[in-house]
């Protein structure tokens, strides 16, 4: 059974940092890619950052510059350091994989971690 457990949330002031944790469980880690997602309430869910097993990374222009996705196979976890944070990055952030078996592509979801930043 897939579990994402997200922390490292808070409230933060504009130009502050926060760093996300994301813990895996039940699957083999390293060989799944990883996404950052959030939402804002009556908003749809949006891709921030995304990290492959390769190591190569993708950002959203909204955050690129500010923020930075790594993973640490060895601990089953991915993480992102959010800088320069700013009223806009308010949301609650969500950890992602999909998995693909012969029922097709399973999406398994944390249960987020609520980012607020105050200007």
């Known amino acids: 059974q897939v579990q994402l457990v997200e922390s490292g949330g808070g409230l933060v002031q504009l130009g502050e940092s926060l760093r996300l944790s994301c813990i895996a469980s039940g699957l083999a880690f390293g060989a799944y890619v990883m996404h950052w997602f959030r939402q804002v309430p009556g908003k749809q869910r949006d891709l921030v950052a995304t990290?492959?097993?390769?190591?190569?990374?993708y950002y959203e222009d909204p955050v690129k510059g500010r923020f930075s996705v790594s993973r640490d196979n060895a601990k089953n976890a991915v993480y992102l350091q959010m800088n320069r944070l700013k009223p806009e990055d308010t949301a609650v952030y969500y950890c992602?994989?999909?998995?693909?078996?012969?029922?097709?592509?399973?999406?398994?979801w944390g249960q987020g971690t609520q980012v607020t930043v105050s200007s």
């Open positions: 990290i492959r097993p390769d190591g190569t990374k």
């Open positions: 992602n994989t999909n998995e693909f078996n012969d029922r097709g592509r399973v999406t398994y």
